[in-house]
């Protein structure tokens, strides 16, 4: 079941922050988060493994809650450069097949 | 240069006409991944292979068929292209070493129109 991104779309200032949520009715293994900009393929930002391990990526950081089934990037002192939609990826099941289920996005747009 | 690249870049073709998507990778990734974007579904799997000559179905296999003959290629063919189809379609691989915890690469997608 796909997992559930939080909100839709969000639109920003620069310099403001953002937090963007993944939510799943299933067991979560791990997460990945992808950026996409508008007309390029989805690039990987992070993996967050079971634990809570917060991981970071320029001034984009997530964190990782399984007992909540979620996790949660955040986008501090946005630029211009963060607008994009970004997907959270979780592997389907235990087995590591290396597949993985995408939510259906979050529009961000850091405007000047 | 190594990476993962995709042909055609864009693509018109008619209802009823078959149409194949390449897709190549010079990392010797095992896994390999076949999506389709649309708005408001994110990606969606329609072929995942594991190595080659194994593969499965994913989400929305239905009008699709691949093959994987060699490691480093993974063909998406439409048979019959039908209007639903028309679509941004991306490849992508991961290394099977980590499993799951490893990230997917993805090519620069195709973008198909069905007229």
């Known amino acids: 079941q796909q997992p559930v991104q939080s909100p839709q779309a969000v639109i920003l200032r620069e310099g403001e922050d953002a937090v963007i949520n993944c939510s799943s009715s299933k067991a979560l293994y791990s997460v990945h988060w992808y950026r996409q900009k508008h007309g390029e393929a989805p690039v990987f930002l992070m993996i967050l493994l079971k634990g809570g391990e917060q991981k970071g990526h320029e001034k984009i950081s997530a964190s990782f809650n399984e007992k909540k089934q979620q996790s949660s990037l955040y986008l501090t002192a946005s630029q211009l450069s963060y607008s994009g939609t970004y997907f959270c990826g979780t592997p389907e099941g235990p087995s590591n097949t290396g597949k993985l289920i995408f939510g259906q996005g979050t529009t961000l747009q850091v405007k000047p | 240069d190594a990476g993962i690249t995709q042909s055609p870049r864009y693509k018109i073709t008619e209802t009823g006409r078959q149409v194949t998507l390449m897709c190549h990778q010079t990392w010797s990734h095992s896994y390999m991944f076949w999506y389709r974007q649309d708005l408001g579904h994110g990606l969606r799997l329609i072929y995942y292979s594991a190595a080659a000559d194994i593969t499965d179905k994913g989400e929305v296999p239905d009008g699709y068929v691949v093959s994987r003959s060699k490691t480093e290629n993974f063909p998406l063919t439409l048979e019959s292209a039908t209007r639903s189809q028309t679509s941004v379609y991306f490849c992508?691989?991961?290394?099977?070493?980590?499993?799951?915890?490893?990230?997917?690469?993805f090519g620069d997608g195709t973008r198909l129109s069905i007229l």
């Open positions: 992508a691989s991961s290394d099977p070493v980590g499993g799951n915890n490893q990230p997917q690469h």
